[in-house]
T-cell receptor
Framework: EDKVVQSPLSLVVHEGDTVTLNCSYE??????LLWYKQEKKAPTFLFML??SGIEKKSGRLSSILDKKELFSILNITATQTGDSAVYLC???????????WGLGTSLAVNP | DAGVIQSPRHEVTEMGQEVTLRCKPI?????LFWYRQTMMRGLELLIY????????DSGMPEDRFSAKMPNASFSTLKIQPSEPRDSAVYFC???????????FGPGTRLTVL
């Protein structure tokens, strides 16, 4: 059965800290891995990764994929209170390109 | 682009009543997804359409749930009769043909009393 596992489930840090969120997967016919951020509303798209070893970066957020070891990490440097959210990882697999979702990592950044 | 549009944003109803949720996907997107999100189970895919045709409804909980997509710009999710355990946030998302990225609407928060 296809599955996506995120760790940790929750994390509390202080402003300015650097955090690393993990996503591992076991799926058939991998296509891509996506990261979303969800505050108290709908998930919003952050990154899509398809190739191993190529870092995607947007401001203080960056992500990389390892297709051999079947995982991805999302890094956030110099965290701010506005980074507080649930970060969701999803994997697209198969011809129908359905997304298989992890349960998310809840990040709280304290001032 | 206005993004994915959902209505209503909030719905409070009594057990046994019919509930209809509505979604307008992003123009030009050919796939539409209905999700349910709860604290216990996270995001669950209920059904998805490709070119207005239902492709996979294996996530629909039971016969009380039905979904339609009569044209490329409109879809409904209906629950009849509703039950308290249906209380959740229901999201609609759409996807284009080029990438795997799904774009979410703001969601409908459903409360069944």
């Amino acid at each position: 059965e296809d599955k996506v596992v995120q760790s940790p489930l929750s994390l509390v840090v202080h402003e300015g800290d650097t955090v690393t969120l993990n996503c591992s997967y076991e799926v058939t016919n991998f296509r891509s891995l996506l990261w979303y951020k969800q505050e108290k509303k709908a998930p919003t798209f952050l990154f899509m990764l398809t190739s191993s070893g190529i870092e995607k970066k947007s401001g203080r957020l960056s992500s990389i994929l390892d297709k051999k070891e079947l995982f991805s990490i999302l890094n956030i440097t110099a965290t701010q209170t506005g980074d507080s959210a649930v970060y969701l990882c999803a994997v697209s697999a198969g011809n129908n390109r359905k997304l298989i979702w992890g349960l998310g990592t809840s990040l709280a950044v304290n001032p | 682009d206005a993004g994915v549009i959902q209505s209503p944003r909030h719905e409070v109803t009594e057990m046994g009543q019919e509930v209809t949720l509505r979604c307008k996907p992003i123009s030009g997107h050919n796939s539409l997804f209905w999700y349910r999100q709860t604290m216990m189970r996270g995001l669950e895919l209920l059904i998805y359409f490709n070119n207005n045709v239902p492709i996979d409804d294996s996530g629909m909980p039971e016969d009380r749930f039905s979904a339609k997509m009569p044209n490329a710009s409109f879809s409904t999710l209906k629950i009849q009769p509703s039950e308290p355990r249906d209380s959740a946030v229901y999201f609609c998302a759409s996807r284009g043909t080029v990438t795997d990225t799904q774009y979410f609407g703001p969601g409908t928060r459903l409360t069944v009393l």
